[in-house]
């Protein structure tokens, strides 16, 4: 089992930013991806951005050269770092971390940014 403890959702004003951390404790090993993934009221879960062990990332094009993904592998930790955000940026945001054919959540974090 893998437990992953989000931090950093919040308030903003629009143009603003934040930094939104995951922290994975538990059975950690192997091969991993970790990412984010955000819904919206009224709308699915989409994903957002992914990190690999080597340090490979994937982003969404609506977040691509605004949102940022790091990972401290050494602490288990992935980062979210959001800049220029905007309205429809609204979302509770939840990290994941995928491992072969087991997939595990968070517990999500609210991020409201105000226009």
């Known amino acids: 089992q893998v437990q992953l403890m989000e931090s950093g959702g919040g308030l903003v004003q629009a143009g603003g930013s934040l930094r939104l951390s995951c922290a994975a404790s538990g059975s950690i090993s192997g091969i991993n991806v970790m990412g984010w993934y955000r819904q919206a009221p009224g709308k699915e879960r989409e994903w957002v951005a992914s990190i690999n062990g080597g340090q490979t990332t994937t982003y969404a094009d609506s977040v691509k050269g605004r949102f940022t993904i790091s990972r401290d592998n050494g602490k288990n930790t992935v980062i979210l770092q959001m800049n220029s955000l905007n309205a429809e940026d609204t979302a509770v945001y939840y990290c994941?971390?995928?491992?072969?054919?087991?997939?595990?959540w968070g517990q999500g974090t609210q991020v409201t940014v105000s226009s």
């Open positions: 994941n971390y995928r491992r072969l054919f087991e997939v595990y």
